[in-house]
């Protein structure tokens, strides 16, 4: 369900108000549409007008989260975008060819060594195949998966594979490395495990 007020157009050229992208993503410089799934408070959203892209559309089903990027949005620190709140009702085919980036953290409860191993197939983690399924709709340029690094082992490593095979299936090259936040001006260990995939090529391993 659609939730808040639509943009003036979904066609709207992408914000140039962010600053240049560093040498760490190359291939990702220059003004992009993303799509953000399980959109959590904005903290992607805003890592994105850092490289200089624009959200054009999100999807987040906590009401608390979608009430902070619906402030900002009008504080003027987001730019206007329609909000869904669930994945599991949104189509994607309207969006295709109106988005060149998919990026999203599914959850993890079920695939984190701290969770009961439910895997890929529990209830939360399983969204992952709705992830799937608007990557496929949609069709973007590129896709950016955030996780937990249990995702590489959770049982017994076939649950990431279920992931890659996914990815592959659409048409995507993947590429995919852990990255510490302690190593990027953050005081805190937060590894996570990064996964991105370029519609048609091998682009992804050089990002």
């Not at 979904?10 to 993303?34: I, L």
Request: charged content about 20%; glycine content about 14%.
């Amino acid at each position: 369900m659609l939730v808040n007020y639509p943009p003036a157009s979904v066609n709207e050229s992408p914000s140039n108000r962010s600053t240049k992208a560093t040498g760490a993503w190359r291939g990702f410089e220059g003004a992009m549409r993303e799509l953000h799934l399980f959109a959590g408070a904005g903290g992607g959203i805003l890592g994105g007008m850092l490289l200089g892209h624009t959200c054009v559309c999100a999807v987040e089903i906590d009401a608390y989260c979608r009430s902070v990027l619906l402030q900002r949005q009008r504080d003027g620190v987001l730019p206007r975008f329609p909000i869904w709140d669930d994945v599991r009702t949104f189509d994607g085919r309207p969006w295709r060819g109106r988005v060149d980036v998919v990026c999203g953290g599914f959850p993890c409860q079920d695939i984190s060594p701290c969770g009961k191993g439910a895997g890929i197939e529990g209830e939360r983690s399983g969204l992952w195949f709705e992830f799937a399924r608007i990557i496929d709709e949609t069709e973007p340029k590129w896709v950016v998966i955030e996780n937990v690094p249990g995702l590489l082992s959770s049982n017994g490593g076939r649950d990431f594979a279920v992931v890659l095979r996914g990815l592959v299936e659409c048409g995507y090259g993947v590429a995919w490395r852990i990255l510490d936040s302690r190593y990027f001006g953050v005081a805190q260990r937060r590894r996570r495990v990064f996964i991105i995939a370029s519609l048609g090529n091998g682009c992804a391993a050089q990002v």
